[in-house]
């Protein structure tokens, strides 16, 4: 059935379709004139989020130490998934042997490549399904970006970035959330309650 | 039934339909500022605009080459030419999962075939899991709004519902305490799911992946856990290449909600792991038909945002459920007469033509010229309301000749305000049921004329 389908589909499509138009010249693009750090911390707000700055040398130099004080809670949560090599996975995040127990972590940490001053969006790539999972079942993800890696919109951030090459990354902004109850905001709809970037380096 | 009939439920409660207009103008607002805060706005609506034209003027080669590149990545692909097709497919890949919970996340498409139905007919739990679109499945209601599913519906009710279905302390109808309760519940659902159905924003030919956007992690949450994914997309939502995701991006959380993007922006190119399966379903359904009609294949550009919905100040006062089909509102009015004329005919008719969802059509489809456009090839069609038939054809006919024209205005201010304005109210339905007729002259333009011309 299928094989008939999909030639009955195409030709449907081909018979319908109108002269071809082409495709339009990329418009030009003004770049962001603000200050991307503080237009990054406004966006990051807006979207339910909180933004920090501090000052080690990358994402991978990220540590408990480092984050004392910009991360409450961090350093007495019992399960923790780290995606960075400095921080040490605890608990469930430790363990990793089975998905459903991850629903039991208090944080989770990540390096993410890019972020979107314009919008707050922090490009991932989790390692896999576990680590993908564990960024959506934790109370509290905490994503480290460098500071080089900020860019004023979305399109500097294709340029830098190549979806294409894993397969599976997203663009995070801010905590998960909802509205569907009279159009009243609420922070960790599915996902975490609350969201922290770090933002590595001056 | 009309729109008008069906309206008239929804306006019945003065005080739903009050809020209802105010909370979607709300989100109109919201959106208005955060296309304010990009530079080139509206450099990006025609960009996004000339995009989606030349995609859909290359459909079949776009189709082509997207399906290669996703079976490469290990990804299925399978073709549906209509919602019997796709149901299908889908049922059959989840028999040979052995799959019976299966979590959803949102999916105008799915409404549109009838999916949960039809798998739940064969004996699989198919779960909402969107807060809004769990709310109006225990509701057994179909969304009111593609991106607000539950706007209709006021607190204390969905109050109600959770005391039934989840077990909530009765009398609550504190949102934040009510999306806990949900959170809690679906929570379970995800982590016994055995498979993940979602919808898909944009496809993207060039790389064979495609992009799923959500505020509640959702789809990820129902695509992370369960080992098959399975991804139902429309003929319209293929994209040729990666770059153009940011044009798009950029304009579709604004536009729908004011946000500068969704919270998960979700990249699948094939299954996410080696263990992992992916089927992607392709479906026309009405579509290819659509692309063929010169006045109307301009609508399949929608990247179903809803600021149309919000904007429309018939929407924002009938309630999407008014409209009784799948996508309501200014731009399934445009859709949906396709489908079915004669059911559909009173959608374009509902429309003031004040063309304000042409205004915030982030890839500016000409909604309003559309739905008039519908009106006349309704009528062709011959299936416009009789009523409205006949005071069209009656008003043609008087216009039409000087003479009738003279005697009917001599006889309906002969007759009496109450007669003549009986007549015109009754021929103007259901435009006069809520509005005064201005009270009739007694003399005619022409008299009058005439006694000016006559006094100089």
Known sequence: MSATSRQAVLDALRFASPVAVPRPVAASRRPETKDLVELLRESVRAAGGRLVVVDVRSVAALSVAALHGVVPGLEAATHVWSGVASIAARGVGADQSCVKDLAALDFCVLAGDVAVAESGAVWNVPEGPMERAAALLAEHLVLGVPCRGIVGNLHEAYARVDPAASRFGWFVSGPSKTADIEQSLVLGAHGPRQLTLVVVGR | ?456
């Open chain 2, 1 to 456: 039934m009309s729109h008008a009939k069906r309206a008239a439920a929804f306006v019945a409660d003065a005080e739903r339909t009050r809020w209802h207009d105010e909370a979607l103008w709300f989100v109109r607002e919201k959106r208005d500022a955060a296309a304010a805060s990009v530079p080139d706005w509206e450099a990006l609506r025609s960009e996004a605009a000339a995009i989606k034209r030349h995609a859909l003027s290359r459909l079949p080669e776009l189709w082509e080459r997207f399906e290669a590149n996703a079976a490469a990545r290990g990804a299925h692909v399978h073709w549906a030419r209509d919602a019997a097709d796709h149901n299908a497919i889908v049922l059959e890949l989840l028999r040979k999962q052995g799959a019976t919970r299966v979590v959803k996340s949102k999916s105008m498409l799915t409404e549109e075939c009838g999916l949960n139905d039809h798998l739940e007919r064969h004996g699989i739990d198919v779960v909402d899991t969107d807060l809004g679109e769990r709310i109006v499945q225990l509701r057994g209601e179909p969304p009111s709004h593609i991106v607000l599913p539950a706007i209709h519906l006021r607190r204390h009710e969905i109050g109600e519902l959770f005391v039934e279905f989840m077990g909530s302390e009765p009398g609550c109808d504190d949102p934040e305490t009510l999306t806990r309760v949900a959170r809690q519940d679906l929570r379970e659902r995800f982590l016994a799911a055995q498979a993940g159905i979602t919808g898909v924003n944009f496809v993207i030919a060039e790389t064979g992946g495609f992009v799923v956007c959500t505020n509640e992690g959702n789809a990820d949450l129902g695509t992370t856990i369960p080992d098959l994914h399975i991804a139902c997309v429309g003929l319209e939502k293929i994209i040729p290449e990666m770059k153009d995701l940011a044009v798009f991006l950029r304009l579709l959380a604004r536009s729908a909600t004011g946000q500068a993007i969704t919270t998960y922006t979700s990249h699948f190119h094939g299954p996410q792991s080696p263990d992992h399966a992916l089927h992607i379903v392709v479906v026309d359904n009405g579509r290819s038909r659509l692309l063929a009609h010169d006045s109307f294949a301009e609508a399949l550009a929608c990247i179903r945002c809803g600021a149309c919905m919000n904007t429309c100040p018939v929407y924002r006062r009938s309630g999407g459920h008014s409209y009784g089909t799948t996508v309501p509102g200014p731009i399934g009015s445009v859709l949906e007469p396709s489908r079915a004329p004669a059911r559909h005919a009173s959608l374009p008719q509902a429309c003031s033509l004040c063309g304000s969802c042409a205004d915030v059509c982030p890839v500016k489809i000409p909604l309003h010229h559309q739905l008039l456009a519908w009106r006349s090839e309704l009528a062709e069609m011959g299936v416009t309301p009789r009523l409205r038939k006949l005071s069209l054809a009656l008003g043609g006919r008087v216009m039409a000749s000087p003479t009738l024209y003279r005697s009917a205005g001599w006889l309906v201010r002969r007759c009496g305000g109450r007669l003549g304005a009986g007549v015109l109210r009754w021929l103007g339905q259901p435009w006069t049921h809520a509005r005064e007729l201005p009270p009739l002259p007694r003399e005619s333009f022409r008299a009058r004329f005439a006694a000016r011309r006559a006094e100089r």
